[in-house]
Nanobody
Framework: QVQLVESGGGLAQAGGSLRLSCTVSGSVDSIIRMAWYRQAPGKTRDLVAAITSGGSTNYADSVLGRFTISRDNAKNTVYLQMNSLKPEDTAIYYC??????????????WGQGTQVTVSS
């Protein structure tokens, strides 16, 4: 049973910073991708940033240059450092991982979400 637990959300002022963490517990064969998504009220859930097991990253254009995703494979933890926050960053942020089993089948897991609110 795999569980994802996010932390670090909260309230920040425009221009401020927050650091989100997501720790994966349970038996995981191989995490090939870890990512952060976000969803604002009335909006779709969109990719914010992702990082592969090899260290390759990609970012949404809206956060490029402001957010940084990183991971600690030994700890099964992924981080999202958010700088220069804007009110438009306000959303629920969800941690996501993709696990690949020895059979080469892949499985997706989601965290419960953590609220990020940026005031103007």
């Amino acid at each position: 049973q795999v569980q994802l637990v996010e932390s670090g959300g909260g309230l920040a002022q425009a221009g401020g910073s927050l650091r989100l963490s997501c720790t994966v517990s349970g038996s995981v064969d191989s995490i090939i991708r870890m990512a952060w998504y976000r969803q604002a009220p009335g909006k779709t859930r969109d990719l914010v940033a992702a990082i592969t097991s090899g260290g390759s990253t990609n970012y949404a254009d809206s956060v490029l240059g402001r957010f940084t995703i990183s991971r600690d494979n030994a700890k099964n933890t992924v981080y999202l450092q958010m700088n220069s926050l804007k009110p438009e960053d306000t959303a629920i942020y969800y941690c996501h991982i993709r696990e690949r089993e020895p059979t080469l089948m892949s499985f997706d897991y989601w965290g419960q979400g953590t609220q990020v609110t940026v005031s103007s």
